[in-house]
């Protein structure tokens, strides 16, 4: 290489991150109130069968739910007109328990747009509180 070359490294790094808090009394009060109505607008099947399967549905509920609105205010738009509330999916993966999310073909062109080529999560449930943080990976 001569002094007029330059290389450039891949672009990597964060592209974004979001957290969100949800208290689980409140997430009881919301299915207890709109049920169906709120999970099927919310919630995609296999999310709803995981949580309905639990003693305490309205806690896993509240995770899966502020880890969506994590995503959506790491890739900077909130659920509304760019990303919607079926577009990401929360799963778990079976060996180990940790939390990941699938995104709908709106959502992966959302992501490829900005350069994400990963979306990781975190989730946390107490008692009282769950939260869940998310980060676009370039």
């Known amino acids: 290489m001569n002094d ?4 450039q490294a891949p672009e990597s790094g964060v592209a974004g991150i979001g957290i969100d808090l949800v208290e689980n009394a409140r997430m009881k009060e919301v299915l207890a109130r709109w049920g169906d109505l709120f999970t099927r607008r919310v ?3 296999e999310e709803c069968t995981y949580c309905n399967g ?5 806690r896993h509920y509240a ?3 502020a880890v969506k609105e994590a995503v959506s ?3 900077g738009t909130g659920i509304g007109a760019h990303i919607g509330w079926l577009d990401i999916e929360v799963r ?5 328990g940790a939390p990941s999310v699938a995104l709908s073909e ?3 062109a959302l992501a490829g747009s900005r350069g994400v080529r990963n979306v990781a999560v975190s989730l946390s449930h ?3 509180y769950s939260v869940a943080q998310a980060l676009l990976v370039k």
């Open 92 to 96: 778990r993966d079976p060996d180990t």
């Open 43 to 45: 919630f995609r099947e």
């Open 63 to 65: 995770g899966r739910f």
């Open 73 to 75: 205010k790491a890739f």
């Open 54 to 58: 639990k003693a305490e549905p309205w």
């Open 106 to 108: 709106r959502a992966r």
């Open 126 to 128: 107490t008692r009282n």
């Open 4 to 7: 007029n070359e330059t290389t």
